[in-house]
Each structure stands twice: as structure tokens, then as C-alpha cells.
């Protein structure tokens, strides 16, 4: 199973950026499709972006244009670059190993204010 440790979450003015990084442990990280999922209060977790092993995209409707995951199999570093971002961008976001995922790290919390 791969371990899995998010940061670079905080607190950023709409229209800002973050870039949000997960480390990987684990020798089956490049073989893995990596993926960042997000859970806002009150609501379901979902889908934001998916990375393959050999590096196809995947996002959500909600961000794209805005946000760009890639890998780094050499570090075993999964990131996500949000800019633009919007109030509703507001959420906990997740790493994730495989698709469907089957590790989770503990989430790095991001906040869009006004």
C-alpha cells in the first residue's frame, strides 16, 4: 500500500494561486494512477484531477483551464497548481493512489477568501 502526505494547502485571496504537493512512499508509486480529490463542508468528495502512470489528464469540469496535476515518478511526487482560484474552490483536498483509489493521505485544507 502506498503512504501518502499531502501539503501546501493555506489560506489564499480569489483570482490566487497554491500549488499543493503529495509525497509518496512505496515502490508501486510510478505504476500508479495518482489522483486529487476534494471534499468541501457539507458535501460529497469528488473528482478534481486524475494522472495516469504514462501521464494522460483528467479534471473536472469545475477546474479546468485552471488547475494542472502532474508527477514526478523520479521524487514520487504527485502536485496539483491551482490559479484562479474561486470561493468554491474552498475545500479539503486528498491525495490518492490508484483509480478507483486505494490509499488516501490525510488531506491538506484549502480556504478562498474574498
Known amino acids: 500500500q502506498v503512504q501518502l502526505v499531502e501539503s501546501g494547502g493555506g489560506l489564499v485571496q480569489a483570482g490566487g494561486s497554491l500549488r499543493l504537493s503529495c509525497a509518496a512512499s512505496?515502490?508501486?508509486?510510478?505504476?500508479?494512477?495518482m489522483g486529487w480529490y476534494r471534499q468541501a463542508p457539507g458535501k460529497q468528495r469528488e473528482l478534481v484531477a486524475l494522472?495516469?502512470?504514462?501521464?494522460?489528464?483528467n479534471y473536472a469540469d469545475s477546474v479546468k483551464g485552471r488547475f494542472t496535476i502532474s508527477r514526478d515518478n523520479a521524487k514520487n511526487t504527485v502536485y496539483l497548481q491551482m490559479n484562479s482560484l474561486k470561493l468554491e474552490d474552498t475545500a479539503v483536498y486528498y491525495c490518492?493512489?490508484?483509480?478507483?483509489?486505494?490509499?488516501w493521505g490525510q488531506g491538506t485544507h484549502v480556504t478562498v477568501s474574498s
Open positions: 490518492s493512489a490508484g483509480n478507483p483509489p486505494g490509499s
Open positions: 512505496g515502490s508501486s508509486f510510478s505504476i500508479n494512477a
Open positions: 494522472i495516469t502512470s504514462g501521464g494522460n489528464t
